[in-house]
């Protein structure tokens, strides 16, 4: 089902808008004229983070590192952006000049992609002059967000079908062109064997995979034909769509017409399954295959699959190899989105605290320490601030990827990044493997311990907030 990669990477993606530096918030801009003419050019320290923890999740998997600091290193304004700034009437022509030589030149603490995390840990920290950690605010989050989102999502697939072939099939009802891309890349670190999406294996070298459509079947005026010119046309790669018009009698066909295609040279690989009750067809096909002498035919599914579906149809023991899941994976449906931000927390050597209603957050520049227990599993994380004392047997999970705005080794590929997610995985104790809600979760796994010179750091600052004079 798979067809080769190619050799061209992700900087030859030449969508007009993908590293735009006016593909951003408007009040990214305005602000950065404001700091322009005011002269607040001190260091700044940003950080990303997920807030909380939705009901139908128990941990996130970091995804989209690589396209940030794609983007941070190619950071700068062209002719034409610069153009409609200055027709637009918004922007000094000073300010402008200013923005023609902007460059990012600030360094960057991330986890590795891959890593699981929890509500109020920075996966990302930007240090940078406050005017360029203010501007790349929206784009790191809109990459951040939906990779980490899609790996997420798909890490729970993962763990409902580890020993399945899974592919991502989202493409067609993603939201945008971009989205499926970053889609499969971070279904693909999460866990699944590619992907339907066929840039992806040029841009990312990620396994595609294809089958045929019922159109396919319906354009014949016999679906045993349909069958038998798809087989010629991919005689490496003969996976028949059996439930066009009646799934078993389908599946008959298929084994009326394997021994004339094998007389050929070809073999059928797999037949498909894409509606009905899939356990019940399921069965009832692999009883026909393995009658017939296709007991090496492979069964796979696709329908408005999710990790529930999926789990559920193992439970009842269908005999499915592997399963096709788009539209709820590559929208999330469940949860589209993550309530994340990219929060200001040191400006000018002094930390920063803010204290909306509920949306405070923890000041100053952080670490994460990851714990394990004697099993090699994840026991728990303690959260800090970067200077305090690390706990002796604490894993720090924030390291220095780019310094002044240049990377300071090779990212890893992305093959290193799904072997580290496969140990993520592995590592995360039962209670965190659950698919269910559960509303005591936290109680019962206190995965974030928020440590205490952070705390003592917090209730400082809101003293001095409330009452500058003391």
Partial sequence: MTSPSGTFSSGTFDNPFYNRALLTDLYQLTMLQGYYQQGMEEQAVFEFFVRKRPPARRFFLAAGLEQVLDYLEGLHFTGPELEWLAASGRFRDDFLHYLAGLRFQGDVHAMAEGTVFFPDEPILRVTAPLPQAQLVESRIINILHYQTLIASKAARVVLAAPDRLLVDFGMRRAHGGEAPLFAARASYLAGFAGTATTVAAPLFQIPVFGTMAHSFVQSHDEETLAFEHFAQAQPGNVVLLIDTYDTERGARRVVQLAPRLARQGIHVKAVRLDSGDLAEHARRVRAILDEGGLSEVRIFASGNLDEYRIRELLERGAPID????????????????????????????????????????????????????????????????????????????????????????????LEEIRRHAAGELQRLPEVLRQLEPEAEIDRRFPAVEIAPPLRELAARLDREILDPGL
Avoid at 341 to 358: C, I, N, T
Avoid at 393 to 407: I, S
């Fill in 322 to 413: 592997g399963f096709g899941v788009g539209t709820v994976l590559d929208t999330s449906a469940d949860v589209p989105y993550l309530d994340c931000a990219y929060k200001l927390q040191e400006y000018a050597g002094k930390p920063r605290r803010k204290r909306s209603e509920g949306k405070a957050t923890w000041p100053g520049r952080k670490q994460v320490y990851r714990h394990y227990d004697r099993r090699g599993q994840l026991a728990g994380d303690l959260l800090t601030l970067e200077d305090a004392a690390p706990p002796p047997d604490g894993t720090p999970l924030l390291q220095a990827v780019m310094k002044g705005g240049r990377r300071l080794q090779a990212s890893p590929d």
